[in-house]
């Protein structure tokens, strides 16, 4: 008999935990794995992000939250190639309101992480910050600035090339020339970021309907750069250390909504659909970028011939596909994953390809689940003229192995719960989806050098505080999914009453 108490989630949300019945499925899940906790309980995390080399150091980045008091705290955990969790470090902290988007790396020999993160600026706007340094040291450095203090700066992004050399990324609302995309480098063996270069060229859009950048980079240090202005897709390609940043290249119109999807000037930021572009690069430096909200599209930039071809239609076209992700690894092999709505379900897909000439296959679903269309919602401000419906579905992750691996994992809504599913495809096989993994939210995944598969997620233990009823709160949980070349993946083991379905 399975049975229902209340969970709660932040200050004022609550979620409903389902208890497993006990039987034979329920001792099946108690002989899975243990995720390990690496948050502390109270601290309602939120945004999280999630990091690892080639050899599995693996770091996390999250907000700690603590609506009561109006505080806010960026903590970050970093864990050694074949070692433990270290604790929770405080990075940052304000009062005046939540961080904004952030991101996290690790070099590839893990030895130095990059975090960077919106932050607020009084009056004057937003802007980026960044810290940088070992995991024994980085909690002692101070935040730089790396933004303008007279711009409206958002969506930063960074990364490692296999040097050490750092790259961020980030969007501006000048007010004095426009939207502009923004890059900075911080050399190897240095924790000093160089001053900041425009690489969006004369590149200007609406501003509320900017998205991205994202930024990919291969292992000589090349880098590519997508986003979207307006309702046109944009890359460049650059030597950032060098400071060799080409001119921006047109690859297309974004995806057009379907079904009432607010867009153009009727629509305020809330409405925006996830479709923003994303973007990899594989040993070679052939590059692959995958966009739209309605059609998932994609385009290739083979290295062999530096010409972008045009983009070729990835999804289905009886559904509604949005927020899609790539990745390409190192023989060139590409996967691009994304949520799609079809009457009745949300499923969530895969199209395998190559980085060189995409090829796209035809799409293999890993896992769907009902669809309740989200609430009529107005914008709160901006220029809308009237409710729609804000579609914002799942964002898969996808991860690709050195050897043709390739996993994914995502979050499904199913009543009241969310869950964390997987798939794991090994090497010349099919895709495999495995039952509902975990209790969670806001899932990420990492493969290391030897196909080892590691994930991180926003999960659920019980409040020992709690009273009235057996309660839960969230926690930041990490686990080895897939061990070595495995094909099967683990499915974590219920620790508490905050179990999911079983």
Not at 326 to 332: I, L, P, S, T, Y
Request: hydrophobic share 45%; with cysteine; aromatic share 6%.
């Amino acid at each position: 008999m399975r049975r229902t108490i209340v969970c709660g989630v932040g200050a004022a949300v609550l979620v409903l935990c389902l208890l497993a019945p006990r039987d034979g499925a329920s001792a099946q899940a108690r002989a899975g794995l243990a995720p390990a906790d690496i948050s502390k309980p109270g601290e309602s995390p939120g945004s999280l992000r999630f990091a690892s080399d080639a050899r599995d150091a693996t770091v996390a980045l999250w907000e700690k939250n603590d609506f009561a008091s109006s505080h806010w705290t960026l903590k970050l955990a970093a864990r050694p190639a074949g070692g433990a969790w270290g604790a929770p470090l405080s990075l940052a902290h304000t009062s005046r309101e939540q961080f904004g988007e952030s991101a996290v790396a690790i070099a590839p020999q893990g030895g130095v992480i990059a975090a960077i993160w919106q932050a607020g600026a009084g009056p004057s706007g937003r802007v980026i910050r960044a810290i940088a340094g070992t995991p024994h040291e980085i909690a002692r450095r101070r935040p730089v600035r790396l933004s303008n203090l007279a711009v409206e700066a958002r969506s930063p992004q960074v990364a490692f090339d296999r040097r050490g050399d750092a790259v961020a990324v980030w969007e501006e609302n000048n007010r004095e020339i426009g939207y502009v995309v923004r890059a900075a480098v911080m050399p190897a063996g240095r924790h000093t970021w160089r001053a900041p270069v425009i690489i969006s060229g004369e590149v200007q859009g609406d501003y509320e309907s900017q998205g991205g950048p994202r930024l990919a980079l291969d292992s000589e240090g090349a880098a590519a750069v997508v986003w979207q202005a307006s309702n046109l897709i944009y890359a460049v390609l650059g030597s950032p250390l060098n400071r060799g940043w080409r001119q921006p290249v047109r690859l297309g119109k974004a995806a057009l909504p379907r079904r009432g999807e607010c867009t153009g000037e009727d629509c305020c930021r809330f409405c925006q659909p996830h479709g923003f572009p994303k973007v990899a690069l594989d040993a070679a430096g052939d590059t692959v970028v995958a966009w739209g909200a309605g059609t998932i599209q994609a385009a290739v930039r083979p290295a062999a011939s530096g010409i972008w071809q045009a983009p070729a239609r990835v999804s289905h076209a009886r559904g509604y596909a949005s927020s899609p992700q790539v990745a390409a690894d190192v023989r060139g092999d590409a996967m691009i994953v994304w949520a799609e709505e079809t009457t009745g379900q949300t499923a969530i897909m895969a199209a395998a390809g190559t980085a060189a000439s995409g090829g796209w296959r035809t799409p293999v679903r890993l896992g769907r689940w009902p669809y309740r269309p989200p609430p009529l919602r107005s914008c709160a401000w901006g220029a809308c003229k009237r409710a729609s419906r804000s579609r914002v579905a799942p964002t898969p992750q996808v991860a690709l192995g050195a050897d043709g691996e390739a996993v994914a994992v995502w979050a499904s809504s199913r009543l009241e719960m969310s869950s964390v599913n997987l798939a794991v495809k090994p090497a010349g096989g099919s895709w495999r989806a495995s039952p509902v993994l975990a209790e969670g939210s806001n899932p990420w995944i990492a493969i290391d050098g030897n196909g080892q598969v590691r994930a991180a997620w926003v999960g659920l233990r019980p409040n020992p505080e709690e009273t009235l009823e057996e309660a839960c709160e969230p926690v930041v949980q990490t686990a080895v999914l897939v061990a070595g070349r495995q094909a099967a993946a683990k499915r974590t083991r219920p620790s508490s009453s905050c179990s999911s379905m079983s």
